[in-house]
């Protein structure tokens, strides 16, 4: 997907982010869960670009919804309510290990948007 600059708004998001977390965001992917049939399955975020460590910093705003987490090797679950302004922070070694998803909730008909804010490392 071709980027663009951050909207004032996301912006100020990332600023008020890296300054409760001392953690610098240049990207954000936005995604938008128009009800409860939208959702996005196991994975992790662990694509090179991200870098050794990557630390992804989600915040939830609309329809609160469940978030999953599963152990790589072990396969122990975890279920994670996110509600709408919440903030998860996923640290280091989390992609590493862990997977996670949104699963689809078959009576929520309210949406959700999802701000995950992530470090890119930059090739020169």
């Given at each position: 997907?071709?980027?663009?600059?951050?909207?004032?708004?996301?912006?100020?998001?990332?600023s008020n982010l890296e300054e409760e977390t001392g953690i610098?965001?240049?990207?954000?992917?936005?995604?938008?869960?128009?009800?409860?049939?939208?959702?996005?399955?196991?994975?992790?975020?662990?694509?090179?670009?991200?870098?050794?460590?990557?630390?992804?910093?989600?915040?939830?705003?609309?329809?609160?919804?469940?978030?999953?987490?599963?152990?790589?090797?072990?396969?122990?679950r975890f279920d994670l309510s996110l509600p709408h302004g919440?903030?998860?922070?996923?640290?280091?070694?989390?992609?590493?290990?862990?997977?996670?998803?949104?699963?689809?909730?078959?009576?929520?008909?309210?949406?959700?948007?999802?701000?995950?804010?992530?470090?890119?490392?930059?090739?020169?």
């Amino acid at each position: 997907m071709q980027a663009i600059p951050f909207p004032p708004c996301v912006a100020q998001l990332r600023s008020n982010l890296e300054e409760e977390t001392g953690i610098d965001f240049n990207s954000c992917l936005a995604n938008h869960y128009r009800s409860g049939s939208d959702s996005v399955d196991w994975h992790a975020d662990d694509e090179a670009i991200l870098g050794q460590e990557p630390v992804v910093a989600s915040v939830s705003l609309g329809a609160e919804r469940i978030f999953q987490l599963r152990h790589c090797q072990t396969r122990q679950r975890f279920d994670l309510s996110l509600p709408h302004g919440s903030l998860l922070l996923m640290g280091p070694g989390i992609q590493e290990y862990w997977q996670h998803k949104i699963p689809k909730t078959k009576y929520l008909q309210q949406s959700r948007v999802n701000f995950t804010f992530r470090q890119i490392q930059v090739r020169e």
